[in-house]
């Protein structure tokens, strides 16, 4: 039972990280109009740096794929630890998503956990 628990909080999110990088590609989710100043001007930052977007949202999207599998999970969260970094770090200006992102947090590092193993090779 706590496989399959396990098995779907990862591909939730996977999900919501695939859907996270596909938005910063076609741009279908409605931005708020209430955004704090900081928020916006952050934004408008990532914007100027014409190559750091489409970064971002490709390792988003190569790493809720690669969470999707067991195989290859260990990996996916190598890959979206940077940007689960830069999400917790832009939730401290505007905590409105704070929840979400501790949720994401809490499943990277149930992940990081059950994987362990597999990073202690890392580390020797």
């Known amino acids: ?30 931005v708020p109009n209430n955004l704090p100043e900081e928020v916006v001007k952050d934004g408008m930052a990532l ?4 190559w750091l977007l489409p970064l971002i949202a490709s390792a988003e999207i190569l790493g ?11 990996l996916g969260v190598l890959v979206l ?5 830069g999400i917790l770090l832009s939730n401290t ?5 704070l929840p979400v992102a501790l ?9 990081i956990y059950e994987n362990r193993e597999k990073y202690l090779v890392l580390v020797r």
């Open 64 to 74: 809720g794929l690669l969470i999707i599998f067991r195989k290859t999970r260990a």
């Open 47 to 50: 914007v100027e740096i014409a």
């Open 103 to 111: 949720a994401v947090w809490a499943i990277l590092l149930w992940i």
């Open 1 to 30: 039972m706590k496989s399959k628990i396990f098995t779907f909080f990862c591909v939730v999110l996977a999900l919501v990280f695939i859907n996270a990088g596909m938005d910063k590609f076609f741009h279908y989710i409605p």
């Open 81 to 85: 630890f940077p940007v689960a970094v």
């Open 93 to 97: 200006v505007d905590a409105s998503a």
